[in-house]
């Protein structure tokens, strides 16, 4: 019972996370377009996208809509692809969070870097320790009979069409909240 609540907590933890990520790339890409993207890309949308897919997994496999193999598989492949770029995140938000700790010589700016530098080492670790792990899982699905190529793109669909709407929502809240900062 306790390992479920600290899997749902994470899990909310993660969505506001990427909602309050594409929230800040709406901000940033007010000024700067390019980091604005990467920011939303890397920061909300894939990690929205990531958990998103995991969830919807997790909940037609235990309805029986989806076969073990085709949640093997969804689970697997989010894991390296999403998993990668959540990686990726981990290091520019790491150094953006220390760029500003050392414009602001804030002791909470520093929190966070201390904290982002120590998730994305863990993050790291994590997906190198268990990439050979989840790319066999991944093959070794595919290979069953009761794997449909089919579900899995239409599942992987679903979940990126749902970050999309939720983490562009968020990003076109933080640049109209920006835009009418800059007017006043």
Sequence with gaps: MLELLIIVLFTIIGIVFSIWN???????????KGLGIVVYTLGGF?????????????????????????????????FLFFGLAI?????????????????GRSWKAGLVTAYNAFATIWDALDYISNFMSALGSMMKSSKSNNFSIVIVIAVLAIAIGIGLIISYVAFKEGLKSEKRRIKV
Excluded at 22 to 32: F, L, M, P, T, V
Excluded at 48 to 58: E, F, G
Excluded at 68 to 73: G, H, I, M
Excluded at 87 to 102: Q, R, Y
């Design 87 to 103: 990686v990726m995140w981990g290091v520019i938000a790491t150094t953006l969070s220390a760029i500003a700790t050392m414009k």
């Design 22 to 32: 594409s929230y800040n790339a709406g901000k940033i890409y007010a000024y700067r």
């Design 46 to 78: 894939l990690p929205i996208s990531y958990i998103i897919s995991i969830i919807l997994a997790i909940i037609l496999s235990s309805l029986n809509y989806i076969s073990t193999a085709d949640t093997t598989f969804l689970l697997s492949f989010s």
